[in-house]
């Protein structure tokens, strides 16, 4: 079946409609780009034709390229895949070249045939950069409706022309939200950056578009760059003003990625190299370019787990058999933080939300919760009046649990204690219907002693949400042993109606993210025990990728809950509690016993302002664990800082609390932000080697302690001489 369908009305205009049969979005296969060059030939050769609509029969306009189309030619290319790439993006940019052109007389520039772009919703990656080449962009008003060039977030950059036409169209200062944020704009925004010329009524979208067609004369068909005497808007690299420009931009760059993430880097390059060639010759170089990141091995991690793999998870890749489990009735016990942010995720779902506390006003307050984000969402024009009353009607706030009847889940948010949280299972079970699911949101409590308190064990999970709940997109789900398969289908269902992405483990201490992250605040702390400097700390983490240094998260998560877990953990482990977490403890003790619980008391290992704003390291962590006379290397304690949270990893998947690796990946990007570039613990682990891996692994242990031997599991993949994706994922190791 075909991906486009070509009619030809009237008036004369013939409309190409994108609708990949199959797919609620179009995205562009291999094939379509020869079906779209077909019809465009037959579009330019029939003299009846006056002009092109290109538009989509689906309710968005198109969510960009198939990058399994991409991996494909890659792993297919035999010897030369950077060949195989660059012949497959030049081919891309001829044919949106050709879009552009549209039949004109090189010399005069007459004669094309004018071609708009009517955008009925979201546009991303090719299907903006389609539209760029189009004469004239109209876009839909619709409120759901984007538009942007995301690529750089999942490693890439705009490869089919929309580096080059953008930084032509807007020049290079102008141009850097769009292409190194990767930010989507809505209509109106868009208009005003210029990605779209303009913004009608859903209604009158197409009607418009035929009309400029229909008007449309020769010199509307000429692209800026296509005129005798253009200039790059701000400066060329050479003109004083665009050298300032490039400087501050490579500053930038440098800046927040810490050159672990190439495609900026190599973005850059082509809008600056670019700028200094005509426009056929500057597509060549970022098709180049394109090539060069399509080929990094960091921008192939980043594909696949940001991509591939978590759109695997988004879509039920582990979800078991079990009928529609699509929440119609929630329940959410607790309206603190947590409960407040569940309810809101929820509610703007268009799920019904009964939100319960023992206290109306507490409950009142977690409902004031959501006024308030939508009150934000209306300052910034993101959010109607209409929106917010639709969304505020849909939470229920209560101090009666008759209230819950009717709710098939129920996700209970309240004060972590065992006790607790037992009493409010059995009295709430005693009120739902016997088929109601019942969730505990906790990141730490074992599920399945939870579970204990439930008459119906089999219907009880664990989901841990990740604060703050609007924000985070990871969603942990807690298999205990005795949950069955509809209560894992339920919880998944709900995170997929909420738009978030769910991994689910098995049950065990801190689960996954929790095991991984606690290991990365501690050898962080523990580092300042030993005497290296903070600073180094911070910067060493960050300059690896990680988004915070371990200090400033510890400060983030607030002290007090750090000592909470220490005590717990030592608590539930007695005599096999590590003897080596003493000074850990500690200083962390010494810190909460001070006053200094983070950034919400003001004080932590980062001193702040009035306000709220850190103004830099304490000074009072010197006094009491002065700077050593002598430092690690930075590599050194980067390696600390990031094998502490990959052996953990490693050990969860040995012992069967993560059953999938692309979880593990996802999880730990999406959880805590490890290092987006490498793809996560197990991408990293495979791009340095299981072998090198071990290597380090010995070294760290023999001078560090035991806490960095190398698991079995990751000895034995050293030995064979393969890696955990070639091992564990297959079909997601030749997807990237």
Known sequence: MSDFTYHVDDDGVAILTWDVPGKSMNVLRAEALAEVEGFLDQA?????????????????????????????????????PARALFDFTMEGHRILRKIERAGMDPKT?????????????????IGTEIALACHRRFMTDGAKAKIGLPEIQVGLFPGAGGTTRVSRMLGAMAAAPVLLEGKMFDPKAARMTGLVDEVVA?????????????????????KPWDQKGWKMPGGAPYHPAGFQTFVGASAMIAG????????????????????????????????????????DPTSSAMIRSLFLNKQALEKGANRPEAPDQTVRKLGVLGAGMMGAGIAYVAANAGIEVVLLDQDQAAADRGRAYSEGILDKGIQRRKV??????????????????????GCDLIVEAVFEDPGVKAEITQKVEAVVGEDCIFATNTSTLPITELAKASARPEQFIGIHFFSPVDKMMLVEIIKGAKSGDRAVAKALDFVRQIRKTPIVVNDARFFYANRCIIPYLNEGARMVTEGVPPALIENAARMVGMPLGPLQLIDETSIDLAVKIAKATKSGMGDAYPADMAPVDDLMFWLADAGRLGRKSGAGFYAYDDKGKRTGLWEGLSERHPAADSHPEVTEVQHRLLFAQVLEAVRALEEGVLTDIREGDVGAILGWGFAPWSGGPFAWLDRIGAARAVEICDDLAARHGPRFAAPDLLRDIAGAGTGFYARFAPAAAEAA
């Open 384 to 405: 109607t009046e209409e929106k917010k009353a639709q969304v505020l009607d849909r939470i229920t706030a209560t101090t009666d649990t008759a209230a819950l009847a």
């Open 44 to 80: 330019l050769a029939d003299e009846a034709v006056r002009g092109i609509v290109i538009t989509s029969g689906k309710e968005g306009f198109a969510g960009g390229m198939d990058l399994n189309v991409l991996a494909g030619i890659r792993d297919s290319a035999g010897s030369d």
């Open 202 to 222: 859903h209604d009158e979208l197409l009607d418009r578009a035929k009309a400029w067609v229909l008007e449309a004369k020769d010199s509307d068909c000429v």
């Open 256 to 295: 927040r990625t810490q050159n672990v993430y190439p495609a900026a880097q190599a973005l850059l390059s082509a809008v600056y190299e670019g700028a200094m060639v005509p426009f056929d010759t500057a597509l060549k170089i970022e098709a180049r370019y394109f090539t060069q990141i399509l080929l």
């Open 109 to 125: 520039l007459k004669g094309a045939k004018p071609v708009a772009c009517a955008i009925n919703g979201t546009a991303a990656g």
